[in-house]
């Protein structure tokens, strides 16, 4: 069920910092301009690598990191039916080249997919330890593990599973608040705050 | 007194989120890389645009942003001899393409400069004022100029410019705390707050 | 219009800490918790001093500095109505003491005052530069202002009025999030950022 | 080794906000400020309590827990004799009224002390399992454990302790920064974050 769904391949220029209201989403469920940056950068992209972006979301993560692997390859995994139609509609207005939608549950679905470089997990659907493991299976040394967490409980999980499999692990923690440009009162308003774990094999 | 001083040319692949310590540097001065990538999001960098970095520090922003601007050309300007030979060393290393050095006090050095997309200004050597007014003259509609505060004093006046200058602002603050990956517990280590402020001229 | 309006005397113990949904109050205005007992530390209240507590919303700086102030008044200042009934069954339910309510705009209902020690300045109705103009006026040396901006606005017109007068001023920022106990995974949910500006009369 | 230290008697007057150079300490380790009455309001104090303060380093929080606790008593628990020398002097000056120290190892010497209602844990010297199994089996039901943690590993161990245990559990992140006001320029110093956690026995 891996789908060929690409973008019609006209590149706007290589570029980074997509607005959220960009997206077509769920509005609350985005990751965060800031934060989504953020994770690029952790991510460690190098231009022809394999990324699996597993709950994949509105496909942000993945379109945003179609510039940086112009020679690579990106499977943004989600299992909802509805965030896949979102991610359907992004891909095609950002005309992404090297994005490619995974209808199914992980880990079950990461069986058809390439070896990974890199993996960023967004959303884990309850099944957080067995993704884990799968990814680490496949995964060569000094591969890469991003994870987003926003409950102390994935932080908690997603920790001890990488402690136990030896992996190098840095957590950072990302507080953002934005003026809103449009009020006559430039408010601040927080995000909530997301704990970013890299996570390097060893 | 604008050099030509670029890297080989030898791309090592388009990617993102260089550690702060692969940068020669003053270590404490250094924008952060969490910063560092927030602050080229907010630049909406497209790929053919002319980029000023104005208190370029140890170059960290140019270099970073050189894969953002295949086409583009990035001018880094810094008074200080210190920072411009730590800009020499990081320019090499990283085999940027398209960033310029310029040695010469902001504002007077900009003349000599092609007018500007974007301006990111992460030092201004006690002349904000003045290096925002040329900027604002040189600045096309919907360019963009992009300031790091650290101080209350500096967001403040950015602030009022830009206010006066009939700006679109948003002012992002982010908090970044990171655990150090080699220490036996994780203790979370906090950066001071910056504000980046993104302004739009209309 | 200052009312001798007090709760019944019955003094509950001296405590700190008062969950904000023990307040009666407009949900989303009320100082959170965390922050509030912060802004009492700010006010390094002594037992027999005398605190303006101007734009008192709920009334739930004045209630928990009560037991701060056992030999103290507490002019809490509301203009408007809704608010003050808010302060009055929250002044009934805490058994305060020491709390006066005031109805009316500052800075006019302040001339009906004694002079302060220390002011809180929570909300300001657009008077901002009057209400410190006056509250400057009738503060003795070494007098405490401390001020809550949730605004860029606010914290920038308080600074360059406390700059002016010659005060020392001290600003920090609080990013407060909390897990919620309640639901099964515990997500952090992050609170709006608050300047807490604390200035000392010279 | 429960030693009836006391301070003079002599109230100077019910308070709050201590500020931190104020006590004898190693500067670096000592609980700011704004988190001492953060964790003291979470502490839910009532006049009468009877606190175990659990590595207490300087004594800061028992000392600023001694007027919210004007018929209580306080037992500042230091197994490290630098640090108790501390203690000792800050008692002196700040003229506590019902803090007693208590030299020796938690959670051996917790034994020779009375039941607490609430129990502060800023420091475990390794044994934070322990010390709160104990504290588990004096605390009455609707008792407090109040526990400060700086490190990843500190709070993932007592969230899974309060969990087994059955404790309602809230953890709340405070990120500060504060400006100095002794400088030119406002200058934003970021404190490292610091994770409250507040369990309540079931």
């Given at each position: 069920l891996v789908k060929q769904f690409e973008g019609e391949g006209k590149d706007s220029g290589s570029w980074?910092?997509?607005?959220?209201?960009?997206f077509a989403t769920v509005k609350k469920l985005i990751t965060k301009e800031e934060v989504r940056v953020?994770?690029?950068?952790?991510l460690r992209l190098r231009q022809d690598m394999i990324l699996w972006d597993i709950g994949a979301g509105s496909g942000s993560i993945s379109i945003e990191a179609d510039h940086l692997l112009?020679?690579?390859?990106?499977?943004?995994?989600?299992?909802n039916p509805e965030?896949?139609?979102?991610?359907k509609q992004n891909l095609?207005?950002?005309h992404t080249r090297n994005v490619n939608l995974v209808e199914g549950d992980a880990p079950a679905c990461l069986d058809d997919l390439p070896?990974?470089?890199?993996?960023?997990?967004?959303?884990s659907g309850g099944h957080l330890w067995d993704i884990l493991t799968i990814a680490d299976k496949r995964l060569p040394a000094d591969g890469r593990i991003v994870l987003n967490a926003i409950t102390l409980d994935t932080l908690t999980a997603a920790n001890e599973f990488f402690a136990n499999a030896g992996y190098e692990v840095e957590v950072t923690t990302i507080n953002v608040a934005r003026t809103r440009p449009l009020t006559a009162y430039k408010m601040f308003e927080a995000y909530n705050p997301v704990?970013?774990?890299?996570?390097?094999?060893?």
């Amino acid at each position: 069920l891996v789908k060929q769904f690409e973008g019609e391949g006209k590149d706007s220029g290589s570029w980074l910092g997509i607005p959220d209201d960009e997206f077509a989403t769920v509005k609350k469920l985005i990751t965060k301009e800031e934060v989504r940056v953020v994770t690029l950068a952790k991510l460690r992209l190098r231009q022809d690598m394999i990324l699996w972006d597993i709950g994949a979301g509105s496909g942000s993560i993945s379109i945003e990191a179609d510039h940086l692997l112009p020679n690579g390859k990106i499977f943004a995994v989600e299992r909802n039916p509805e965030c896949r139609d979102f991610i359907k509609q992004n891909l095609q207005k950002f005309h992404t080249r090297n994005v490619n939608l995974v209808e199914g549950d992980a880990p079950a679905c990461l069986d058809d997919l390439p070896d990974p470089d890199r993996v960023f997990i967004g959303g884990s659907g309850g099944h957080l330890w067995d993704i884990l493991t799968i990814a680490d299976k496949r995964l060569p040394a000094d591969g890469r593990i991003v994870l987003n967490a926003i409950t102390l409980d994935t932080l908690t999980a997603a920790n001890e599973f990488f402690a136990n499999a030896g992996y190098e692990v840095e957590v950072t923690t990302i507080n953002v608040a934005r003026t809103r440009p449009l009020t006559a009162y430039k408010m601040f308003e927080a995000y909530n705050p997301v704990y970013i774990l890299a996570a390097v094999k060893q």
